[in-house]
């Protein structure tokens, strides 16, 4: 089916539009689109050229939402997940003429103007630069550069942020002693680079479920942030370290000259091994840009305030010091392919429960939806004799000391908290195990949704105890996934 046939589908649908046949139409786009670029590698713009228009031509930003979300959830993070080259490119392209078209609206004229400053006039000399800067080798930084500035993006993602951005924050702080280091991104990254990281972090709103335009204009705050923390260093004086970070695009949008920036293809590059962590390609790009340094495993900051807290629960409910304190997080953010369905997570926690000696905390999530399964959880629980307690983090003080399970309501910084005074920490691939792992804690990851080694072996934790993972293929099973043995198996794993 060749774009015209699904402009003809839109043509007609577009005069009365209902949200079900919005979505069945981007979605069809979307995932033809993916279909023609995996099975000939053809990229076909007419696809990506409608889908941007339906993502910008309603009044109502919901209707615009839809189709947003087909490019983003359908296209984009297909293309990103691979770490395959021929994936990377075909987002380069993606991303180059979803700007093309953005620049040409009215919201976009200041996008338009921005790009002409940096003489990105056209679709194809955007797409040079990134296909340059992603083919060609590390460059090592000149030692005619002595920063007393180093800018490092965020990657917007609380577990990515600490895999990768902690790690160079680290190696940047070993290599330039003098410099002040400058993190950019959401509010959520005050909460792993605290006060204690000696990290300056900068607020940069970045909506991960916004608009087509919305997510996209959001590089012009960027640009105007670090105009403002450069102003006034000549080019020997400052640095721009780009993790391959949502917030240029994955380094497609410029901010600054080639000698003042660094790109990290995370994505893959030629001579990286394939079997690497994503912390431990951070540490060899690392090592090309800065010249070779003392390997850095990821860390978080815990705020002591949330420490202290933690701390006591753990002294008043094991003064004798004979307990097993483990942290629980079923959280996806957002990707419920990373769950496994049915009874796995209660199952999973009555059977943790049977040891006399084990404590539980439970971080009861973000959104209605992980709320419900928490509960859940926390009433089966109760409904077999265990006592269990509801309570907010702030209310630390108040817990009864003789709880088995406690189900806490927590930001990022306190599950810190609770982790770091783990003894073990049990959670799906997302934030958490990183943060765990950051912290020396034992950690064993239930990898779901993804059939897919090498985004595994990425995005596995890494820290200086031990890590382990369990993996579960909800993708190609040929039979229903047997909890009680997928318990079991977590079970021997962390027995063995």
């Known amino acids: 089916m060749r774009p015209s046939y699904y402009w003809a589908k ?83 392209r993606l991303i180059c003429q979803i700007v093309d078209f953005l620049r040409t609206l009215p ?43 180093v800018i490092v993006l965020s990657r917007v993602t609380v577990g990515a942020d600490v895999a990768i951005t902690s790690v160079i924050c680290q190696r940047v702080a070993e290599r330039f002693p003098n410099a002040s280091i400058h993190v950019m991104g959401s509010g959520k990254v005050r909460q792993i680079f605290t006060s204690k990281s000696g990290v300056k972090v900068h607020e940069l709103h970045y909506e991960r479920r916004g608009g087509l335009v919305q997510r996209f204009l959001v590089w012009i705050n960027l640009l105007q942030q670090v105009r403002q923390e450069i102003d006034g260093l000549d080019e020997n004086q400052f640095l721009l370290l780009d993790p391959d970070s949502r917030l240029t695009q994955l380094g497609v949008l410029p901010l600054v000259s080639a000698f003042n920036y660094r790109f990290f293809n995370s994505r893959g590059k030629a001579g990286y091994p394939v079997k690497a962590s994503i912390s431990e390609l951070t540490n060899l790009w690392l090592d090309n840009i800065l010249g070779h340094g003392d390997y850095c495993f990821p860390r978080v900051w815990p705020e002591t305030p949330s420490m202290n807290l933690a701390l006591g629960l753990r002294t008043r409910t094991d003064p004798h010091q ?93 599950i810190s ?40 072996r990425r995005w596995r934790a890494c820290g200086p105890g031990l890590s382990e993972i369990l993996y579960v293929d909800t993708v190609s099973r040929d039979r229903p996934i047997d909890q009680v043995e997928l318990v079991e198996r977590l079970m021997d794993l962390r027995n063995s």
């Not at 958490?432 to 595994?456: D, S």
């Open 107 to 149: 919201e976009g004229m200041e996008l338009d103007q921005e790009l002409d400053s940096f003489n990105l006039s056209t679709e194809d000399q955007l797409y040079q630069r990134i296909e340059s800067i992603r083919l060609s080798p590390d460059e090592r930084i000149p030692a005619s550069i002595n920063p007393r500035k």
């Open 417 to 456: 908290a609770l982790i770091a005074i783990s003894d073990e920490f049990i959670g799906y691939d997302s934030a958490c195990q990183h943060i765990a792992a950051a912290q020396g804690i034992r950690t064993y990851t239930v990898f779901a949704g993804t059939n897919n080694a090498r985004f595994i």
């Open 10 to 92: 839109w043509d007609q649908l577009k005069v009365q539009p209902d949200v079900g046949s919005l979505e069945s139409l981007a979605h069809r786009i979307a995932s033809t689109f993916v279909d023609r670029c995996f099975y000939s590698d053809e990229y076909n713009p007419g696809y990506i050229r409608l889908l941007c228009h339906m993502a910008t031509f309603f009044k109502d930003s919901d209707l615009n939402q839809i189709a947003s979300n087909a490019i983003f959830g359908l296209v984009i993070e297909r293309l990103c997940d691979d770490f395959e080259e021929l994936q990377t490119e075909t987002y380069n």
């Open 322 to 414: 004979s307990c097993h304190f483990i942290t629980l997080n079923f959280g996806v953010g957002g990707n419920s392919r990373k769950r496994v369905e049915d009874n796995f997570e209660t199952g999973l926690v009555l059977k943790l429960l049977q040891d006399q000696t084990t404590r539980v905390f439970l971080d009861l999530g973000f959104g209605s939806d992980e709320h419900r399964r928490s509960q859940q959880i926390i009433d089966a629980a109760r409904s077999e004799g265990f006592s269990v307690q509801e309570i907010a983090f702030k209310e630390l003080e108040s817990a009864n000391a003789d709880t088995r399970l406690f189900g806490v309501h927590c930001s990022v910084a306190e």
